[in-house]
């Protein structure tokens, strides 16, 4: 190996030449890209223009879509994820998913974090506790709920459900977190918390966050993903992207031109 390999980033997440297809519509045109292990990605780009689609292709989320195509690879460590040998359960619990909506179930906050250890066998109550508690931790939840866990999760604020959720999602230890839109149904207190909790987690997890906002995208991803009607416009290193985008449109659409 030489040293300039050993210095090569290990690439988590890598997307090569992916189209997708709703009905006869294409939505994604042969996008290509990678995603380093432990840093954060921003996807950006215009309403439409392919943010959501692309995010599901990475846990075959879109799979639940009826009448859907994909075709080219999307590799997880570098296995694809589409192999007719890939467990789609054991992939979403490597892939955890966050909303724009917070959708917690209508259980008390203790079940809706222990839900999916549950879900993949774990029965003993002590573990689980302890599942819970760590999970509330690294979502930032734990000092705010500690006092009751029992209460419906549907009592708890937007913010805070919003926390629940990614600890919800972290409770299965995940290796990677997609997050469609994450805060922008949240007042600035509580988007400034998950960005917080961005930074945190960012380095023991892969985050790929779709976000409308550029101020975000900006302060809280390493690379940043233009995305303009189903192409990949420009996919380069945030600081770059804001500072010296090398294409025009890109420009235009950070700067607030269109879009
Ligand atoms: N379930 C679906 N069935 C058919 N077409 C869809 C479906 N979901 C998305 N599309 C189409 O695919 C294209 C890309 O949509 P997508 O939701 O990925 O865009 P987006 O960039 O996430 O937009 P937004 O910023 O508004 O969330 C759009 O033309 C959209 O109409
Ligand atoms: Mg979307």
Known sequence: MTSDEKTKKEIKIRAANVDFFYGA????????MEIPAGEVC????????????????????????ARTRLTGEVLLDG?????????????RKRIGMVFQKSNPFPKSIFDNVAYGPRV???????????IVQRSLQRAALWDEVKDRLKDNALGLSGGQQQR????????????????????????????????????????DYTIVIVTHNMQQASRVSDTTAFFY???????????????????????DYITGRFG
């Open 42 to 65: 921003a996807l950006i780009g215009p309403s439409g223009c392919g943010k959501s689609t692309f995010l599901r292709t990475i846990n075959r989320m879109n799979d639940l879509i």
């Open 79 to 91: 296995a694809n994820v589409y192999d007719a040998a890939t467990n789609v359960v054991e992939l």
């Open 120 to 130: 993949h066998g774990m029965r003993n109550r002590e573990a689980l506790e302890e």
């Open 25 to 32: 519509t294409q939505a994604l045109f042969g996008i290509t």
């Open 164 to 203: 629940l959720c990614i600890a919800r999602a972290l409770a299965v230890d995940p290796e990677v977190l997609l997050m469609d839109e994450p805060a922008s149904a949240l007042d600035p207190r509580s988007t400034a918390k998950i960005e917080d909790l961005i930074a945190e987690l960012r380095g």
């Open 229 to 251: 009607e189903g192409h990949l416009v420009e996919f380069s290193a945030t600081a770059t992207m804001f500072s010296r985008p090398e294409k025009k449109q890109t420009e």
